[in-house]
């Protein structure tokens, strides 16, 4: 996907979640209140650099038909606060998970959406234990590989020239509505345990409103 990306112009970036050495998610709510997490590491930065970004694609192999650890924790610790203040709404985003044997493509439908408008995703069997980014090339898995790549142009395509009316799939859907008839009133009538929320909507609305 990046090579197809790259193919067009646009500037790639790959980057190790390991690399951040993420903690887990604490359950303490302080996100919600303070605007961030209040554990300090790898976190911040990460969170920081995606969202200067125009489309994301996460990638994960299948560990137990799930992602890895290193990958869960940041996803657990982006997750309370995304769904409060939707901040990857507007990036256009796909997925690419990889497994040994058992089907992963549900893995990677889930985990689209996560980090903005999916605009398509891969999956790949490998039919053994090895080095998915090792094998997983031209050669290896031609497939795979051209989807990959296909796929990576086009989402290039949508964050050069976003189509003029994107409709939001699925899930966007459901979360606009979960936003209207229920975490608006619960925010509403938890203002100090939803604070930093709060603020982060304040901003945001009054960003929109100023003259560009
Ligand atoms: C701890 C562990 C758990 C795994 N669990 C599964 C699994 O549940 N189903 C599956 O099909 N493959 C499983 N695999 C295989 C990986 O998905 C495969 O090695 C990976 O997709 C290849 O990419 P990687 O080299 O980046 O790990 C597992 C591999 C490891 C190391």
């Known amino acids: 996907m990046l090579a197809g990306s790259a193919s067009t112009g646009a500037e790639t970036r790959l980057v190790h979640v390991l690399d951040y050495s993420i903690q887990p998610c604490q359950g303490c709510l302080s996100c919600l209140k303070n605007g961030s997490c209040c554990i300090r590491d790898g976190f911040q930065p990460l969170r920081d650099l995606l969202l200067e970004s125009g489309g994301i694609v996460i990638g994960s192999p299948s560990y137990s038909g799930q992602p890895p650890a290193q990958l869960k924790a940041f996803l657990d610790r982006l997750t309370l606060l995304n769904l409060y203040t939707l901040p990857f709404w507007n990036k256009a985003s796909a997925a690419a998970t990889t497994s040994g044997f058992a089907p992963c493509g549900g893995m990677a439908k889930s985990l689209a959406p996560l980090f903005g408008r999916p605009v398509g995703r891969v999956s790949a069997v490998l039919g053994s234990v090895q080095s998915g980014l090792e094998t997983l090339t031209r050669e290896g898995y031609p497939g795979v ?3 990959s790549y296909h796929l990576g142009i086009r989402l290039a395509g949508v964050i050069q020239s976003p189509p003029a009316l994107r409709l939001p799939p699925h899930e966007y859907i459901t979360i ?37």
């Open 176 to 212: 606009s509505l979960l936003h209207r008839f229920y975490l608006r009133r619960q925010v509403a009538d938890n203002p100090q345990m939803f604070a930093g929320v709060l603020d982060i909507w304040r901003q945001k609305s009054g960003a929109s409103k100023r003259p560009s």
């Open 145 to 147: 590989y051209q989807r």
